[in-house]
């Protein structure tokens, strides 16, 4: 019996979704402009809040700032999702704007995509093993201060004797 052939799939390129308002203009190649703001990134596209959707297929000079610093980018427009929100995905990305684009990119979501789970999971339990133990340091403080307390009743208890005597 010859067992099912398994799926490829590449693995989804990692988002990341901005908190803050984060401007973007996009030019035409006939000079004229749109703004709007970006919602989410990665390498491979993104997705705009604009005024109206724009033509599916149309390529734009896509220009943003990002805390790495600008990027400027060719983009093509993909079917817009609503009324104000439309991905779009890079046709032209240079080496240094691809840079600026993964120093936001935290490194765990690339960990995601590229570790087995079992990695995952050995991970996550080697992290727990070097965490400090917080209730023993507590404990341990407790007791300190609990001898210390005993120490210093002890003393007064026999000085007090002493004074009858």
């Not at 809040?49 to 297929?57: F, H, V």
């Not at 929100?85 to 990119?105: C, M, T, V, W, Y």
């Not at 690339?110 to 789970?117: A, F, G, L, S």
């Not at 339990?125 to 407790?142: C, G, M, T």
């Amino acid at each position: 019996m010859s067992a099912l052939p398994q799926q490829q799939t590449a693995p989804r390129t990692p988002r990341v979704h901005l908190d803050r308002n984060t401007p973007a203009v996009l030019r035409f190649e006939g000079g004229e402009s749109v703004s709007g703001e970006l919602q989410v990134i990665s390498l491979t596209g993104g997705l705009l809040s604009l005024p109206a959707p724009l033509e599916r297929g149309s390529q734009v000079k896509l220009m943003f700032l990002i805390r790495p610093g600008s990027v400027l980018a060719g983009a093509e427009m993909l079917s817009p999702v609503t009324n104000t929100l439309q991905p779009f995905r890079f046709i032209s990305l240079g080496q240094k704007e691809r840079r600026k684009l993964e120093a936001i990119i935290p490194l765990s979501v690339y960990q995601d995509i590229t570790e087995p789970n079992w990695m995952k999971k050995l991970r996550v339990a080697s992290d727990h093993r070097y965490e400090p133990r917080r209730r023993h340091v507590q404990l341990v403080a407790v007791g300190m201060i609990a001898l210390i307390t005993l120490g210093l009743a002890s003393a007064m208890y026999l000085r007090h004797f002493q004074l009858l005597r």
